[in-house]
């Protein structure tokens, strides 16, 4: 089985880039002194909006997920959507050692920890982000998760 949510990230670049280029189509209207205020107080106030913008959309963390569970492995690929260079990861777990799973909630924001089992004890892995992840495919993914932990009791 194969989960991922390309097509979601898609979508939120595309409209991250509308409101970044209208953004800028504003500025180009604030150097052209077609609204009647002074203009450098006008790409001032346009530039601040621009960087909360843009500060807010890097603070949510959205990150592209590809989940496999073939040959034997819970794999999961992902990064953060961010402007420049993400820094991409993997997790890559034999279905026998693979132990729980678990969500934490924080208002919109919705993360997953993966844990394996060791020689030691369990082993907790970085959260994962599921918030650009659609509810079915997060749904689906759980159930999934849910079967390999209760084959491994």
Known sequence: MV???????V??????????SFFIILLAVAFLDVIPVTWYYLVLFITILL???LYSWHKQNFTYIRYSDNDNFIE??????????????????KQNLFA??????QGKKE??????????????YPAINLSAMNEED???????LLKYASQNK
């Open 76 to 93: 999961f690929k992902y990064y953060h959507i961010v402007l420049v260079s993400p820094k991409r990861k993997m997790i890559r777990i």
């Open 11 to 20: 979508n939120l670049r595309k409209s991250r880039n509308l409101i970044v």
């Open 138 to 144: 997060r749904k689906k993914l759980k159930v999934n």
């Open 51 to 53: 960087g909360i913008f």
């Open 111 to 124: 993360q997953l920890y993966i844990y394996q089992k060791t020689k030691t004890g369990l082993f907790k």
């Open 100 to 105: 729980k799973f678990e969500t934490e909630k």
């Open 3 to 9: 989960i991922d949510n390309e097509e979601d990230i």
